[in-house]
């Protein structure tokens, strides 16, 4: 698919900024007695949380076509996970809003913490219906897998929790409170490596059982395009569409990697230890923007490996799944161009 | 039962002229449905909306390869993807004849509908703003103004080799039915389990073993002069089953 820009801004920044609030709302809850929790740290990130929920909503208003009845997005909520991703993302940013507003205010009351619980379902509710809006289509194999929705969810959180460790540790906090969440940090950069290292894995080893012979109605094991009925590109052409090659993909696939989790996972691991609690703040801002950018590229490579069954027709269907003993062995000497 | 409009596209006689896509572009881009959108017509990147496009295959290897042809337009499925991943419902089926159809005014362009379509038969016009696809031409299959037997889609109207058939293919006498019937009918993609209503007659070639002795006996000498050259095999690979 054609990496569109707009989706990947939605998807990240959203999902980042939720985590920010799931982050702050926890310690808000559990610590706001005590005390310890400085007022700075729950606005900063309450209100870096809002700007990355308001990036989202505005970018996603872009990829739309008439941005202007955006609004009826919302009205397929028994069908569609489009409208529930709207509506969720919606009350994620609205509850946000809310409790910044009373915490600012000094409201400690059981309405600040139902809106706090309220901004905390909305944001799981769009982590798991802004990733089934991709998984739920079944002809993009490398979409359509368990691994999507529970990707969106912990990479959501993870990186929420990453821009809110580099507040926290920015701010006069108590150090054990950093210590804990670099922790945990750690754990969810861990957890987060191994479930990209599998969906990469399923990836190369996944295929869907379709080929141009179905698709176009001839037995044959050679079927090559040789016009795709226009003179030039057009929609379906391009939608589904990128130019780059398995090479690129792979050492896009590296960057990712390192960006996302190995780097934050170290320094995570640096901040842990207490080795050098100095520069904790520095680090932990370096951490944050590594990984924001690291899931940037993630979720654009989402789009790009997934590979859409109507590239059959267009003669751009990536016949994959070298990594597939069964389908390798199954393949050989049996061409079958696509160009 | 339901009534359910299709087409049926013989793949015998259609000999790839594009003169489907082209009337279908001419109705309706000035039809109800219209105006589909082109950008840069004349120029050296020409990119517009269509709700069907011929496209052509190579199959086989050299020396054994044929042309294939393959026009292709929605194919208003019975079990559409396209219709339960719209958000806003622009997208939907009716009832009363299975056609799926885009309300413009509802849509928002958000293109996921196209996402779900495993045949890459909807087409985003970036200039509206809106999801567009083939209306089976319902601006002329009801419309009372045009004469009786004109009120069938448009490519069907302009196709020079009657590859095209329109009609109920619930109904079992209907003339699409039973060429679905007669002549093996099949669906594109039947593994993705979204029963497209349109239907394909497949390619068919018809050999016929003229032995040497036999030519002899009717001293055709035409054909036996030809026979040397291999071209009474080719003759008789050409004749579609009647
Ligand atoms: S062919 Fe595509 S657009 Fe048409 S009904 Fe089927 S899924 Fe929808
Ligand atoms: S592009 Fe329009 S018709 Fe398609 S899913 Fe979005 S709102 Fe529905």
């Known amino acids: 698919m054609h990496p569109e820009m707009a989706l990947v801004l939605l998807t990240v920044f959203a999902g980042a900024g939720q985590g920010i609030f799931i982050l702050l709302f926890i310690l808000d809850a559990i610590f706001s007695l005590q005390g310890i929790i400085p007022q700075g740290f729950i606005l900063t990130s309450g209100i870096i949380s809002l700007a990355l929920q308001a990036i989202g909503v505005i970018a996603s208003t872009t990829h739309l076509g008439n941005p202007h009845r955006g609004w009826r997005a919302m009205l397929m909520v028994k069908n569609s996970w489009l409208s529930r991703e709207v509506i969720t993302l919606s009350m994620s940013a609205g509850c946000t809003a809310l409790y910044i507003l009373m915490y600012w205010k000094g409201m400690d009351s059981s309405l600040k913490f139902a809106m706090g619980m309220l901004g905390v379902l909305g944001s799981i509710g769009f982590y798991i219906s802004s990733s089934m809006v991709y998984a739920s289509v079944r002809f993009v194999k490398e979409w359509s897998t368990t691994l999507t929705p529970i990707n969106f969810t912990v990479f959501g959180i993870t990186s929420g929790i990453a821009c809110g460790l580099a507040v926290l540790a920015n701010s006069d906090v108590n150090p054990d409170i950093i210590l804990g969440v670099s922790e945990i940090l750690l754990a969810l950069t861990g957890i987060s490596l191994l479930l990209k290292l599998l969906t990469y894995r399923y990836n190369a080893r996944s295929y869907l059982s379709v080929s141009e012979k179905n698709a176009i109605g001839v037995n044959n094991p050679s079927i090559k395009l040789m016009d795709m009925g226009t003179s030039y590109a057009h929609y379906n052409t391009t939608e589904y569409y990128h130019p780059y090659t398995d090479e690129q993909n792979k050492s896009m696939q590296v960057t990712v990697l390192f960006l996302t989790f190995v780097i934050p996972a170290t320094i995570a691991a640096i901040i842990t230890s207490n080795f050098a609690p100095a520069i904790s703040g520095i680090l932990s801002i370096i951490l944050a923007v590594s990984m924001l950018i690291g899931m940037l590229f993630e979720r654009r490579l989402f789009f790009i490996q997934g590979n859409n069954i109507q590239n059959l027709y267009y003669g751009n269907f990536r016949h994959s799944a070298a990594g597939n003993p069964i389908v390798s062995a199954a393949r050989k000497g049996t061409p079958v161009s696509v160009k | ?242």
């Open chain 2, 1 to 242: 039962m339901d009534t359910r409009l299709a087409l049926v596209i013989d793949q015998n006689k259609c000999v790839g002229c594009h003169a489907c896509a082209t009337n279908c572009k001419a109705w309706n881009t000035a039809g109800a449905a219209g105006p589909l959108t082109d950008r840069d017509p004349y120029g050296k990147a020409p990119r517009g909306v269509w709700f069907n496009r011929v496209q052509t295959y190579e199959v086989g290897q050299y020396p054994n390869t044929e042309v294939h042809y393959l026009p292709k337009s929605c194919m208003h499925c019975k079990d559409a993807p396209c219709v339960k991943v719209c958000p806003t419902s622009a997208t939907y089926k009716r009832k009363e004849d299975g056609i799926v159809l885009v309300d413009y005014d509802q849509c928002i362009g958000c293109k996921y509908c196209s996402w779900a379509c495993p045949y890459g038969c909807r087409e985003y016009d970036d200039y509206d703003g809106v999801m567009k696809k083939c209306t089976l031409c319902i601006d002329r299959i009801y419309n009372e103004k045009l004469p009786a037997d004109e009120r069938k889609p448009a490519c069907v109207l302009a196709c020079p080799t009657k590859a095209r058939t329109f009609g109920d293919i619930n109904d079992p006498q209907s003339e699409a039915s039973v060429k679905i019937l007669e002549g093996l009918g099949f669906k594109l993609l039947p593994e993705v389990g979204t029963s497209p209503s349109n239907h394909y007659l497949p390619k068919r070639k018809v050999k016929i073993r003229i032995d040497e002795d036999e030519i002899l006996a009717r001293k055709h000498v035409i054909v036996v002069t030809e026979k040397s050259s291999s071209y009474a095999e080719v003759i008789a690979e050409d004749i579609a089953v009647p």
